[in-house]
Nanobody, 126 residues
């Protein structure tokens, strides 16, 4: 049974840090493109970061470049999102997703992801 479970969200002050975790079961994260998406209240889900399954190449959304880092621990079958210098606009639900398509094929396309977690809430206070 495939499961994707996010954790690590919470309330943090602006300028603070959080590390989100995405634990997968039923498939190997090393065989999937893994991604984090952010959905702010009333807005569409947007790509935050994605990591390839072949070379560990990464892609980041413009608003998080230089602040967030995606990584993968294949031994733990877990993907992480280290979030630094958090801003109030980073508030929202963060979802982890997995797909078989390679990283180079429009990583922001939500419909291309086969597996999704339930999300974890991040709230950044000003």
């Amino acid at each position: 049974q495939v499961q994707v479970v996010e954790s690590g969200g919470g309330l943090v002050q602006a300028g603070g840090s959080l590390r989100l975790s995405c634990a997968a079961s039923g498939f190997d994260v090393s065989t999937k493109t893994m991604a984090w998406f952010h959905q702010a209240p009333g807005k569409e889900r947007e790509l935050v970061a994605a990591i390839s399954w072949t070379t560990s190449d990464t892609v980041y959304g413009e608003s998080v470049k230089g602040r967030f880092t995606i990584s993968r621990d294949n031994a733990k079958n877990t993907v992480y999102l280290q979030m630094n210098s958090l801003k109030p606009e980073d508030t929202g639900v963060y979802y982890c997703a997995a797909r078989s398509l390679g990283l180079q094929i429009k990583p922001s396309g939500t419909r291309s992801y086969e597996h999704w977690g339930q999300g974890t809430q991040v709230t950044v206070s000003s």
